[in-house]
């Protein structure tokens, strides 16, 4: 009795469904290295390619930020997507985590952290946390924007959690905001923006954690991150922020699935 053959084994890799964004950043590399752009060349406005790919516009964002950490494009806030350089023959599109699987991460992780600080926070760590929600709003004064104070406040909820393996999953999400080229170039956007850390949302998660409530401690930590990933959207937009917003339906509503479990 003939013995079934084995199916190759696929790599993991390819085994993983690929993301929108990932789809149109390989579509446009393949028209970058097929001549269909010059250097200089303007692309196609962020809702075109939107409508074009039928995706969301903070997917084109995504993909438009990919292209742009391997330098083929410039992006100009206001103006567009320009072309920088061509791809050689031998290059392939990268992909690294970007700012908003980040932050995706970032809402799951830190919301529930929060939620638990709420159970085992210390009265002196209150304190402190009080003390750096002050140092956040004194460091928004500055020239520039800095995130000392706020990367402080985050992993005092975290350690508060009394949970090791929170806290270093914390600590290694902060670790890739300026590690990973794609979240880094992203940030950088937002300082050029002038975004910075909002006090209001920090203070809210500081009096949910005094109340000693983990349901409103990880909603207000929920709110917050979701706030963040509004603020990103304005650091990079080409248009109005409400149109960015109604666009990013399809990203929010993840988040919003995820809230829910």
């Known amino acids: 009795m003939a013995r079934p053959r084995k199916s190759p084994a696929i790599p993991v890799e390819s085994a993983r469904p690929e993301r ?72 392939a599109p990268g992909f690294d985590v970007t700012a908003f699987e980040l932050m995706e991460a970032r809402l799951l992780v830190e919301g529930e952290a929060a939620a ?76 050029t923006a002038n975004v910075q850390p909002v006090v209001e949302e920090h203070r809210a998660v500081l009096l949910a954690l005094r109340d000693r409530d983990p349901a409103a401690a990880r909603a207000a930590m929920r709110h917050h991150m979701s706030s963040v990933i509004d603020h990103l959207l304005f650091a990079t937009e080409e248009d109005a922020v409400e149109a960015a917003r109604r666009d990013a339906a399809s990203t929010r509503a993840r988040y919003a699935r995820a809230a829910s479990l």
């Open 20 to 91: 929108l964004y990932q789809k149109l950043a390989r579509e446009l590399f393949d028209d970058l290295g097929a001549g269909r752009y010059a250097v200089g060349d303007r692309l196609p406005a962020e809702r075109e390619l939107a409508a074009q790919y039928n995706i969301s516009r903070p997917a084109v964002r995504e993909a438009m930020i990919a292209l742009e950490v391997q330098g083929l494009i410039e992006v100009r806030i206001g103006s567009g997507a320009y072309v920088r350089a061509l791809p050689g023959k031998a290059d």
């Open 116 to 191: 638990l600080a709420a159970v085992h926070i210390a009265d002196d760590e209150l304190a402190e946390l009080e003390r750096l929600v002050d140092r956040i709003e004194d460091e928004n004064r500055l020239p520039g924007v800095t995130t000392n104070a706020d990367y402080a406040f985050h992993m005092l909820i975290a350690t508060a959690t009394r949970n090791a393996v929170i806290r270093s999953q914390v600590e290694e999400m902060w670790r890739l905001r300026s590690t990973s080229p794609n979240c880094a170039l992203l940030l950088e956007k937002a300082r």
